[in-house]
């Protein structure tokens, strides 16, 4: 395996912000050349970023022929759109070294978990808005907005809403003292628009911190695009489930859900239609 570091600092970024980047070792042994790349935004309510949805995910998604990358993004006090810009920055590493890591740089998936599920959902929808790709790439034409595109889009127990169904201190947490002034601009069921890309989503019922009310939110606003979108509603579970199983159990919680464990499996099945 080859592992691999990257500071993607960006205005406004913490020290602690960076990429790993985690590539099967490629080998004239596989016929398989170039493998799409999983790159995972872990939650944590914008405060943090859970060690549970970050190495263990990469690596299972490793285990099932993919490459993976984990993004440790800016959180509190950072504000937006710090991290939008730090996982923007971490796509054009990626395919700045596709050939060599043999990366498909056209099956690039973003992955979120929770308040990371908000962050990879709301690069989906303004990845093509000219403050991203002129922070980034110092250019707003169309052309050069094309190397920030996201292929895939893998959301798990995502925050999406800042209306009735809100995480509130997710919201509070990323927007600091604009809070008021900017939350329905990030209540991202209204900001889909036809360059989301596909897109697998994933909740419980039963969540209680992130209600799933979120998902079907984004999911019918998907719809409304037509959108090729997959949604799975699992009937118990409770929040931050992860892997759904022992390898990411907490100290504190009850995340082994067996029905909930094949999540992973519908989810890599249903991109393995498309890269």
């Known amino acids: 395996m080859i592992y691999k570091e990257f500071s993607i600092a960006e205005e406004g ?21 170039k493998r799409p790349l999983v790159l995972l935004c872990p939650g944590g309510g914008y405060e943090y970023t859970s060690d549970r949805e970050a190495e ?5 998604f490793m285990a099932k022929g993919f490459n993976a990358a984990v993004l440790r993004y800016s959180c509190a006090p950072a504000v937006f759109p710090t991290a939008l810009l730090e996982l923007g920055r971490s796509i054009l590493i990626i395919r700045e070294h596709a050939d060599e890591w043999e990366v498909d740089k056209d ?6 978990c929770s308040a990371g599920g908000h962050l990879a959902a ?19 034409s169309d052309e050069i907005k094309e190397k920030l595109r996201p292929n895939g889009l893998l959301l798990c127990y ?4 800042s209306g009735e169904f809100a995480h ?9 003292d604009k809070y008021e002034e900017k939350k329905e601009e990030l209540s991202l069921e209204k900001c889909v628009n036809k360059d989301v ?11 209680g911190c992130v209600p799933v009310e979120n998902s079907l939110l984004f999911a019918t606003a998907l719809k409304r695009e037509n959108i090729n979108t997959e949604l799975h509603i699992f009937p118990e579970g409770e929040h931050g489930l992860s892997l759904a199983n022992d390898l990411t159990l907490s100290n504190w919680g009850n995340e082994v859900v067996p029905e909930v464990e094949v999540w992973i499996d519908l989810a890599t099945n249903w991109l393995k239609k498309f890269f």
């Open 13 to 33: 970024s913490l020290d602690y912000a960076k990429l790993t980047v985690y590539i099967q070792q490629p080998s004239d042994d596989l016929k398989i050349t």
């Open 56 to 60: 263990p995910m990469a690596l299972s």
């Open 107 to 112: 099956a690039i998936i973003v992955e979120g």
């Open 122 to 140: 709301n690069y989906a929808c303004m990845w093509k808005r000219d403050f991203v790709s002129k922070a980034l790439l110092g250019d707003t």
């Open 158 to 161: 995502p925050v999406i809403t």
């Open 168 to 176: 509130q201190g997710s919201f509070e947490h990323l927007l600091g």
């Open 197 to 207: 890309p596909k897109t697998f989503i994933w909740h419980t019922f039963t969540d």
